[in-house]
């Protein structure tokens, strides 16, 4: 069964406007964490936000934040005021296992394009 | 300062070669990975070493074999390669410790082409 869902493959949108990519998780461990990487055509692996499944608060990092809905097991990046350089495949990701043997499980990722 | 570097960055080679791709860092984390990333973009994990040691190997061929000299360094090295094996290797670190610390910092990854 798939842990991490990313249900738009492609998405498209005008520069400055805001964006959301979606995220949903399934997970019966009571902690764990929420990530968002960014993969440019270059090919890099840019880390861009951390959420943990105790923070009370969504996480924000400059024009990302993390809508955090914990009930509904989903974990929405919001990228505000789209730039050109925002075109990149987007994934989200879930730290699983016990501490220490702990690893990431990757969704399909999503496809921005952002047009000028 | 590059924080996760990988050598090469391309890798084209014939199928039944052996080759090695390297990983270093120089964040002082514990725990280095290796990923594979297939033509999908799909990434999933391969190995993790803490401390030089083996913590998760996820049913990876034993063809594949990580191999850690220190804390700062993984290796990889794949024999007799196989036209499947083409894809990109990402070696990651992590700090450890719970939280954001277990945050992974991505090496710029390894493109594979068997032929």
């Known amino acids: 069964a798939q842990k991490i869902t990313q249900t738009q493959p492609g998405m498209f949108v005008q520069e400055k406007e805001a964006v959301t990519l979606d995220c949903t998780y399934d997970t019966s461990d009571p902690s764990y964490g929420l990530f968002w990487y960014k993969q440019p055509s270059s090919g890099e692996m840019i880390f861009l936000i951390y959420?943990?499944?105790?923070?009370?608060q969504n996480a924000t990092e400059g024009r990302y934040s993390l809508n955090f809905q914990k009930a509904r097991k989903s974990a929405n990046l919001v990228i505000s005021a789209s730039q050109l350089g925002d075109s990149a495949m987007y994934f989200c990701a879930m730290r699983e296992g016990p501490g220490g043997a702990q690893k990431l499980v990757f969704g399909q990722g999503t496809r921005l394009t952002i047009n000028p | 300062d590059t924080a996760v570097s990988q050598t090469p960055k391309y890798l084209v080679t014939q199928m039944g070669n052996d080759k090695s791709i390297k990983c270093e860092q120089n964040l002082g984390h514990d725990t280095m990975y290796w990923y594979k990333q297939d033509s999908k973009k799909f990434l999933k994990i391969m190995f993790s070493y803490n401390n030089k040691e083996l913590i998760i190997n996820e049913t990876v061929p034993n063809r594949f074999s990580p191999k850690s000299p220190d804390k700062a360094h993984l290796n990889l090295h794949i024999n007799s390669l196989e036209l499947g094996d083409s894809a990109v290797y990402f070696c990651?670190?992590?700090?450890?410790?719970?939280?954001?610390?277990?945050?992974?910092?991505f090496g710029p990854g390894t493109r594979l082409l068997v032929l």
């Open positions: 959420q943990g499944s105790y923070d009370q």
């Open positions: 990651a670190s992590s700090r450890g410790g719970g939280g954001i610390q277990e945050t992974q910092y």
